[in-house]
C-alpha cells in the first residue's frame, strides 16, 4: 500500500517570503514522487517530480522539491512567493519498480501567499 | 499541443441515470488514466489504460463503473444507476511513453440530484 500526507491544510506566507509546503509518504520499494498545483475550475498542473538522481528537483515556476529518503519526506519550495502561487498544491507517489502507475495523493494543501 | 480534454465539463443528472464522459488525451500519449476528486479531498485513483488494454482497476470501480479505450485513443467513463455518492469532480490524464508524469484535464463535475 501506499499513502501520502500533507499535515498542513493551509499556508500562509507573506509574498517575496520563503514558502515551503510539506509532503511525507509511506511506499514499498523506491518511490517515484510529485507535485501539482490545482487553481480554482481548473485541472491539476505538473510541477515537479523525482524519479532518481539529484535528491533537488527544480520545477515550473521557480519551485523545487528536495527528496529525502531517510525521512521519506519530498516538500515544495520556492526561495520567494507571488501572489499569484495561491492555489491548491497535491503532493502524490506511486512505487518505482512495478508497472503499476495509479497515483496516490495527498489531501492537499491551500497556499494563501498575502501581499 | 493540446492538452487532456474532457466532454462534458459539467452533468446534473437524477438518480439512478446513466451516464458518459468523454477523454481525449494529449496526442501519441499511450497511456490515460481516470480519478474521481471530491471535494476537499486529493484525486483517487480509478482505472488506467495503457493503450487499449485496461491494467489496473481501483476498488472504487464498483460494477456500476466501466471504463473503455475502444482503439488506444480517447477513453470513456461510464456510470449506471447513479447515486447521490457520485457526485465528484471526474479526471482523466495521460502520460506518455517514456514519461511518468502524468497530464490531466480540466475534468468533469456531476451533479446526482
Known amino acids: 500500500a501506499q499513502s501520502v500526507a500533507q499535515p498542513e491544510d493551509q499556508v500562509n506566507v507573506a509574498e517575496g517570503n520563503p514558502l515551503t509546503v510539506k509532503c511525507t509518504y509511506s511506499?514499498?520499494?523506491?518511490?517515484?514522487l510529485f507535485w501539482y498545483v490545482q487553481y480554482p475550475n481548473r485541472g491539476l498542473q505538473f510541477l515537479l517530480k523525482y524519479i532518481t538522481g539529484d535528491n533537488l528537483v527544480k520545477g515550473s515556476y521557480g519551485f523545487e522539491a528536495e527528496f529525502n529518503k531517510s525521512q521519506t519526506s519530498f516538500h515544495l519550495k520556492k526561495p520567494s512567493a507571488l501572489v499569484s502561487d495561491s492555489a491548491l498544491y497535491f503532493c502524490a507517489v506511486h512505487r518505482a519498480d512495478t508497472g503499476r502507475r495509479a497515483l496516490t495523493f495527498g489531501s492537499g494543501t491551500r497556499l494563501q501567499v498575502q501581499p | 499541443d493540446t492538452g487532456v480534454s474532457q466532454d462534458p465539463r459539467h452533468k446534473i443528472t437524477k438518480r439512478g441515470q446513466n451516464v458518459t464522459f468523454r477523454c481525449d488525451p494529449i496526442s501519441e500519449h499511450n497511456r490515460l488514466y481516470w480519478y474521481r476528486q471530491t471535494l476537499g479531498q486529493g484525486p483517487e485513483f480509478l482505472t488506467y489504460f495503457q493503450n487499449e488494454a485496461q491494467l489496473e482497476k481501483s476498488r472504487l470501480l464498483s460494477d456500476r463503473f466501466s471504463a473503455e479505450r475502444p482503439k488506444g485513443s480517447f477513453s470513456t467513463l461510464e456510470i449506471q444507476r447513479t447515486e447521490q455518492g457520485d457526485s465528484a469532480m471526474y479526471l482523466c490524464?495521460?502520460?506518455?511513453?517514456?514519461?511518468?508524469?502524468?497530464?490531466f484535464g480540466p475534468g468533469t463535475r456531476l451533479t446526482v440530484t
Open positions: 490524464a495521460s502520460s506518455p511513453r517514456d514519461g511518468n508524469e502524468q497530464y
Open positions: 511506499v514499498s520499494g523506491n518511490p517515484y
